[in-house]
């Protein structure tokens, strides 16, 4: 059934369910008080007639039912898994996904949240956000917010990020019971915001290291680079030709892991001589480098599916909360034991170079 000349109004399904224009609206914004018939008879009346609500008039009423995800692009492997946890959050309720990609991961850039909130999202959920906390305290003024990734503490929003301290000290660990002893950790160029703004993952992670290389009573050594595989390899270039021993190397993110890995292919060294632990276990690239990456595993799905549930949360349901996330080792054949004799694997080295 349709109107002719028109579309089909709210007051049309109040006709058709026998009922008022309030008691549509109130089944339409999901209120509080309408009982399961009500809303069943309305439900009925606008699916035999195909109404869809107008976004602009629900958000005038209070709710427009769509979620705004600001993220920085869908080229990075945990992204997607992201928005799959944050989608599956949806499942069975009336709400809709807006994405607002910002373009760059490394640039300070609110122009997508402040899309979303002129759309008038009824909560927004910003993935590794390159904003201040100033900014963000003044969205979460006006909507729920919800952060993944960044380690804010504030009473205005919720964040969900993985818990970075624990992955770092799992990392040094797994490098450690296996014999190293020289443990380097290969991070982000100083001057990359990714390291100059405050409670990002890479700067915790960095700590992180460096308290548990001194708890252990080790020397920290620390590599930078920028943030592509390409740069990774291009400092492991520079860098592995003047390593004559074992090593084992954190590296902060996978795509580092990587260039580090093909750095030490090129160099003929194995993970005997150079073992390497990545970060963020990007599968389906991990597990088909030769060898495959030991890295650390994140719940991206479950960090996902936390954030869009509590997105949707308002009112007395709603509390501000930071959630860490457990990670875990992924174990895979890029570390090995520097179980052989130290002067034997320089010999090695030397005449590899030699050749």
């Not at 549509?24 to 439900?43: C, E, H, L, T």
């Not at 949240?113 to 909560?123: F, N, R, Y």
């Not at 709603?318 to 052989?340: F, I």
Request: proline share 6%; glycine share 8%; with cysteine.
């Amino acid at each position: 059934m349709t109107r002719a000349g028109g579309s089909i109004t709210i007051e049309d399904v109040a006709r058709a369910a026998g009922v008022s224009r309030a008691a549509v609206s109130k089944v339409i914004r999901d209120a509080y008080g309408v009982s399961p018939a009500m809303k069943a008879r309305v439900q009925a009346a606008i699916d035999q007639l195909g109404y869809r609500p107008r976004i602009s008039a629900r958000a005038m009423r209070g709710a427009s039912y769509t979620l705004g995800v600001e993220i920085p692009n869908i080229h990075n492997y945990f992204f997607p898994k992201i928005i799959d946890g944050a989608i599956e959050a949806l499942t069975d309720t009336p709400y809709q996904l807006i994405l607002a990609p910002t373009g760059a991961e490394d640039v300070e850039s609110p122009e997508a949240i402040d899309a979303l909130v002129d759309h008038q999202v009824d909560g927004i959920i910003s993935i590794g956000s390159r904003v201040s906390l100033d900014y963000l305290e003044d969205v979460a003024d006006r909507l729920p917010l919800v952060t993944i990734g960044r380690h804010y503490r504030s009473e205005g929003f919720d964040t969900v990020a993985s818990d970075d301290r624990l992955g770092a000290r799992l990392a040094i660990r797994h490098l450690y019971e296996l014999g190293h002893r020289r443990i380097v950790h290969a991070t982000l160029s100083a001057s990359l915001p990714a390291m100059t703004m405050p409670d990002t993952p890479h700067r915790i992670r960095l700590e992180a290291y460096r308290a548990e290389m001194a708890r252990l009573g080790l020397s920290e050594e620390v590599i930078e680079s920028d943030p592509t595989e390409e740069a990774a390899q291009a400092a492991g270039l520079r860098w592995l030709p003047g390593i004559a021993e074992p090593v084992g190397v954190f590296a902060a993110h996978d795509e580092l892991a990587l260039g580090l890995l093909g750095a030490a292919a090129e160099l003929g060294r194995g993970p005997d001589l150079v073992s390497v632990v990545g970060y963020d276990d990007q599968e389906f690239i991990a597990a088909e480098q030769d060898p495959p990456l030991t890295t650390i595993g994140l719940p991206h799905y479950e960090m996902g599916r936390w954030a869009m549930e509590e997105s949707m949360k308002s009112g007395a349901n709603r509390s501000t909360d930071t959630y860490l996330m457990p990670c875990s080792v992924v174990p895979r054949a890029s570390v090995g034991s520097p179980s052989v004799d130290i002067n034997d694997r320089r010999r090695s080295t030397l005449l590899h170079q030699a050749a």
